[in-house]
Nanobody
């Protein structure tokens, strides 16, 4: 199993930026990909971005494309989500998750809350 700890959430004004971190521990050698998901207030969880643990393949939800950037530091077993030009619609609890098999995210962090105020 992989343990995940997110950090970096907080309160930010519209147009501002935040960088989220997700530190992985445990069986990190088994990771195929890491993803960020979010759950807006009163809504279902939704995909934000994903990146393979090896290589450079990255994908983003249309709603964040061009504003969010996902990066990875394998030496630190940490992934980041750089969020720019934040909007009220980005308000959510953000979770990171890992897949050991393509498309199956089985290990999840506890989440970090992001609030964008207008």
């Amino acid at each position: 199993q992989v343990q995940l700890v997110e950090s970096g959430g907080g309160l930010v004004q519209v147009g501002g930026s935040l960088r989220l971190s997700c530190a992985a521990s445990g069986r990190t050698t088994s990771i195929y990909a890491v993803a960020w998901y979010r759950r807006p207030p009163g809504k279902e969880r939704e995909f934000v971005a994903a990146k393979t643990w090896v290589g450079s393949a990255t994908s983003y939800a249309d709603s964040v494309e061009g504003r969010f950037t996902m990066s990875r530091d394998n030496a630190k077993n940490t992934v980041y989500l750089e969020m720019n030009n934040l909007k009220p619609a980005d308000t959510a609890v953000y979770y990171c998750a890992v897949a050991r098999v393509k498309g199956r995210y089985s290990d999840w962090g506890q989440g970090t809350r992001v609030t964008v105020s207008s």
